[in-house]
Nanobody, 122 residues
């Protein structure tokens, strides 16, 4: 499956962005999906994940209450609504598909999209 992330940009602290991830495969609705981010000089870290049905969602403590993950299986899309953005949210954000053990472990995912840059100014 090919994944295409979009929606990044430059925003002031306190602002909002919505990231989108488009998947190419018709079996998208069988994939659990995740969002990760990587800041310069840091390891890739878990942000959020959603089960194939959308029933279960998971968040890193650092984004809980500010970010919301959702999906539209009819459109093969996953979204990450990011509110109350902080400068420390600045990173390249990646979407990933089909985790097989641990939704928070990047090594657990089979497919990755290219990243989209999010920059939050103070």
């Amino acid at each position: 499956v090919q994944l295409q992330a979009s929606g990044g940009g430059l925003v002031q602290a306190g602002g909002s962005l919505r990231l989108s991830c488009a998947a190419s495969r018709r079996t998208f609705d069988t994939y659990d999906m995740g969002w990760f981010r990587q800041a310069p000089g840091k390891e890739r870290e878990f942000v959020s994940a959603i089960s194939w049905s959308g029933v279960s969602t998971y968040y890193a403590d650092s984004v809980k209450g500010r970010f919301t993950i959702s999906r539209d299986n009819a459109k093969n899309m996953v979204y990450l609504q990011m509110n109350s953005l902080k400068p420390e949210d600045t990173a390249v954000y990646y979407c990933a598909a089909e985790w097989h053990s641990d939704y928070a472990d990047p090594g657990s995912y089979n497919y990755w999209g290219q990243g989209t840059q999010v920059t939050v100014s103070s």
